[in-house]
Structures are given as structure tokens and as C-alpha cells.
């Protein structure tokens, strides 16, 4: 008798608590989904309306400040940008800038990662804690720029590359990343007769699928959207990347005609190219994500909790 009432005591306990606990949930879902949903409208609304102002008319963008669907569909602003090498050469050299780039970076990144996650390599903690250092402290636009020009780097699109090829904060998640994986795995393969290299090329990069995928994102995404290394490394015209002709576009006051002008003897549609070539440095990119949004959140995570 007296565990049927202690059991019916804390079931009417847990009962209770459960319906609090489920008001309290509610309203905690209803909030949540308002903030979320503000957010989200906040964040997309303006990329749906670049989105249809790149297929609207001069007029209609002119009259109507803010629209989601355009009146009339026209292409004018899509001809116009595929009719010259202009905006086709600035998107063929983002691409090729962007995946070079990126293997270089990564390469770079896992290569010095392995290492340094090797307790026993000997210097390990200066090395570790230069990376810190520049983790910390940087050079500087100036300094940087000095060294670029010195030695030889400007005006070549390694100059959007190298001085930025080893982020140190990513480096550190994936040194740790290494530091997770079962040393029994190197030891036998060691046994087998591999040495580092081989240990590092046929086991360590395989177990490291999600990391790669993750910084490869990152550093993509870094390198496609990079507007200041373009601007201050490249003073010819014909080497621009995509992001330096829309800001050549879109900025107050800037000489639109100059940036498109083997074009420019034909009225071109101003409003709807900003839009358009706005969609056009955004969508490439993002088409990327669904390739690696399976790898992208264990990448995220593994490696930032342990040294």
C-alpha cells in the first residue's frame, strides 16, 4: 500500500511537471518560430527581391521600390551580360581563382595540421604557438601588401592565394581532428611497411572526409566572396574577379561605363544588371552547399571540443 501511494505521488508529480513542462514548451516553439521566421524574412526577402529585380524592366524597378514577383519577365539584363567577355571573364576567373585556391589552401592546411598533431615531433609547441601568434596578431593591410609586391605577386592571382593560404584558426580544428583518430590505425599500417607519406595519403585522409569537406567549403567561400586582395593586388582591368565588378557596379558614383567598356556603345539595362550580376557572384555558391551538407556538421564539430 504505501509504494501504490509513493507511485501514485510521483506519478501525479511527473504528470504535473509533464504538463508544465508542455505550456512551457508551446510558448517556447511559438517565439522560437516567430524569431526564426523574422530572421529568415529578414535574410531572404532581399535576396528573393535581387533575385526577381534581375528579371524586371528598367521601369518597373524604377517605379515599384520593393517587389517579390516581377510584372513582366525580360532576360535584357542576362543578354546584355552574356553579350561581352566583361562579365564572362571576371566569373571564369572567380571560378578558376576559387578552385585552385581552394586545393591549395586545404593542402596546405592538412599538410601542416598532421604534423604538428604529432606529440613527439620535436619543436612542436613553438610551432603551435607561432600559429597562435598569428592567430592573435597580423601584419597588417600595409606590411602585407609590401611583402605581395617585394616579391612579385602583384598583378598574378596568387597574389588572392598564398598570403592567405593557411587560416590558423582552422588549422588548430584540424590538427585536433588528427589527435582523435586511433593511433592503432597508423601503427598498423606502419607495420605493413607504410611510411609517413603513405600513412598520411591512404589512411589519414580517408577517416578525414568531413573535415576536408568542411574547410574546403570555408576556404571556397572565402576565397569566392574575397573583394579586398582582388582590389589591392590587381591593378589590370582584365584579370578582375567577379566581386570587384560588382562592387565596380553597385558602389555610389562609380563609372559604370568605364567597367563595361567594350559594351558600353549600347544602352545597357543599369538597374537590372546590378541585380543581375549580384545573382550571379551569389547563386554559384551556394549551389555548392547540398554537395556537402552531409559532412558539414560532423566537420563542424569534430575536433572543437579537444585539443
Known amino acids: 500500500m504505501a509504494l501504490d501511494k509513493v507511485a501514485r505521488k510521483a506519478t501525479g508529480k511527473r504528470s504535473s511537471v509533464r504538463h508544465y513542462d508542455s505550456l512551457g514548451s508551446r510558448v517556447f516553439d511559438v517565439l522560437n518560430v516567430l524569431v526564426l521566421l523574422s530572421l ?20 518597373e524597378i524604377d517605379a515599384r521600390p520593393f517587389f517579390l514577383w516581377p510584372e513582366k519577365f525580360v532576360t535584357d539584363a542576362y543578354e546584355f551580360m552574356f553579350s561581352g567577355d566583361v562579365f564572362i571573364r571576371a566569373l571564369l576567373t572567380t571560378i578558376g581563382v576559387t578552385a585552385v585556391g581552394t586545393v591549395v589552401q586545404v593542402a596546405l592546411t ?27 596578431f597580423t601584419g597588417g593591410m600595409i606590411p602585407t601588401y609590401l611583402v605581395v609586391r617585394e616579391v612579385g605577386l602583384l598583378d598574378s592571382y596568387w597574389a588572392l ?36 607519406l603513405q600513412v598520411f595519403w591512404r589512411i ?38 567577379l566581386q570587384v565588378l560588382v562592387r565596380q557596379l553597385t558602389a555610389p558614383n562609380s563609372d559604370s561605363e568605364n567597367v563595361l567598356n567594350q559594351q558600353a556603345s549600347a544602352a545597357f539595362p ?28 560532423k566537420g563542424v564539430l569534430i575536433g572543437s571540443v579537444k585539443e
Open 270 to 297: 543599369l538597374q537590372g544588371l546590378k541585380f543581375a550580376v549580384i545573382v550571379l557572384a551569389t547563386v554559384p555558391i551556394l549551389l555548392v552547399y547540398p554537395f556537402l551538407q552531409k559532412h558539414f556538421a
Open 204 to 241: 589519414v585522409l580517408p577517416l578525414s572526409k568531413p573535415v576536408i569537406a568542411t574547410f574546403s567549403l570555408f576556404y571556397a567561400v572565402a576565397i569566392w566572396n574575397d573583394y579586398m586582395s582582388p582590389l589591392l593586388y590587381i591593378n589590370d582591368e582584365n584579370k578582375w574577379t
Open 40 to 59: 529568415a524574412a529578414i535574410t531572404v526577402l532581399p535576396l528573393l527581391y535581387v533575385f526577381a529585380g534581375s528579371f524586371a524592366s528598367e521601369s
Open 161 to 196: 592565394i598564398l598570403p592567405l593560404a593557411i587560416n590558423p584558426f582552422y588549422l588548430l580544428i584540424v590538427k585536433a581532428f588528427f589527435q582523435e583518430l586511433p593511433e592503432a590505425l597508423e601503427e598498423a599500417a606502419r607495420i605493413d611497411g607504410c611510411n609517413e
Open 110 to 136: 592538412l599538410t601542416m595540421a598532421y604534423p604538428l598533431s604529432k606529440r613527439n615531433l620535436p619543436g612542436r609547441t613553438f610551432f603551435i604557438n607561432l600559429v597562435l601568434f598569428t592567430l592573435i
